[in-house]
């Protein structure tokens, strides 16, 4: 009797432990963008400054996901909706700005910008600590699966930014020429490669690293029309580009996922998936089961465009060993920017720019389904990132 009580005291004792204590946070990050919209001929218009925000969102809960914090910090859906990152430890964010805002007359115009926000994910609440000058319009971020190092993509001035990380400190270590105007990145698994996507030439050149050195040898692959954002599979076999078509904008026409395989000497692209119109956001699950290109399918189109449609779409690909093949569609909201996986893979948010929110859709194996539940933003989402893996 004495060793029943004592085993049910403990029982309580745990079950007021794991009341008492906060769930672990899994978070991604939000940058929204309130300086521009669309007016009904797909014309961007440009709004003052002083608006845009950065959101902490937690998706420990995965279909009532939480904002923790939204800071006060400039943010562009000029590039790429990969402009930021969070490390592998959820210890920091990084937000590269990629355009700022000057006054011209009575108007507003984009000009380059140099800065990189470093967002303490471990204060309560998270905070910004640092910026840091990087290379001219940085776009595309990555950060290594080590959680030590980061690239960053300067659109304006051809290169790509080599940042340390080391405990709160982030600091530029190198810039690497590339020659061409370069939009994302990404890492191999290994952390011994990264593939960088040339926007307008329609290529991706890698690049070699030993430690915090990062070379480029000018080896390039050929990939689709405008390639405009890239991803590397968990198991490091394959990198797949976005291949946007029309340089940024949706235009009526299909475009494709290039494949592009990782274990040949050297690397080669291997295949072109057809998916839809204007594939912009792109990620790999962290399962390697499925990636998913949004879609623009149109959205930023005049109203009177022959090819203009509300909705963005999410296309769906399998990746089955080297084989990629597109196995479905899910309608989401207006302008799909930037998407983000669950870090078990079973779920995907993805960011609808003209919305304002985020919808939440469940993954099962490689079928992908809308919940039919959002999580509205105090902005446009023009990016979306979770933790690198």
Known sequence: MIFKGFVHACAALGLLLLTALPA??????????????FDDKGTPTFGAPG???????????????????????????????????????????????????TQDGAAWKAVPDTKLYVIDLKASPPRQIATVEVGKQPSGMAINKAGDLALVTNRGDNSIS??????????????????????????????????????????????????????????DMPVGQWPYNIDVTPDGTLALTADNGNGGRSDGHIDTVSVIDLEATPPRVIDRVVVGEAPEGFVIS????????????????????????????????????????????????????????????????????????????????????????????????????GRAH
């Open 162 to 219: 080599v940042l340390s990380i080391q405990g709160d400190q982030v600091k530029v270590v190198d810039t690497v020429a590339v020659g061409e105007q370069v939009a994302a990145v990404a890492f191999t698994p290994d952390g011994k490669r990264a593939f960088a996507a040339k926007f307008p030439n329609h290529k991706v050149a890698m690049l070699e690293i030993n430690g915090h050195k990062v070379t480029y040898g000018k080896y």
């Open 286 to 385: 962290p399962t390697g089961q499925i990636a998913v290109a949004m879609l623009l399918n149109g959205n930023d189109a005049a109203k009177t465009a022959w090819y203009y449609r509300p909705k963005g779409k999410v296309a769906v690909l399998k990746i089955d060993g080297k084989k990629v093949t597109k196995v479905g569609e899910v309608e989401v909201g207006g302008l799909p920017e930037g998407a983000v996986f669950s870090p078990d893979g079973k779920y995907l948010y993805v960011g609808n720019y003209i919305d304002r929110d985020i919808s939440i859709l469940k993954v099962d194996g490689t079928t992908v389904t809308d919940t039919g539940k959002k999580l509205a933003l105090p902005g446009h989402p023009a990016s979306m990132r």
């Open 24 to 37: 672990v946070a899994q978070l991604m990050i939000v940058g929204n963008d309130e300086k521009v919209t």
């Open 51 to 101: 608006k845009d925000t950065v959101s902490i969102v937690d998706i420990a809960n995965r279909e009532a996901p939480r904002i923790v914090v939204s800071l006060p910090l400039m943010n562009s859906i000029f590039g790429p909706p990969t402009n930021l990152a969070i490390t592998p430890d959820e210890r920091l964010a990084l937000v590269a700005n990629s355009m700022a805002w």
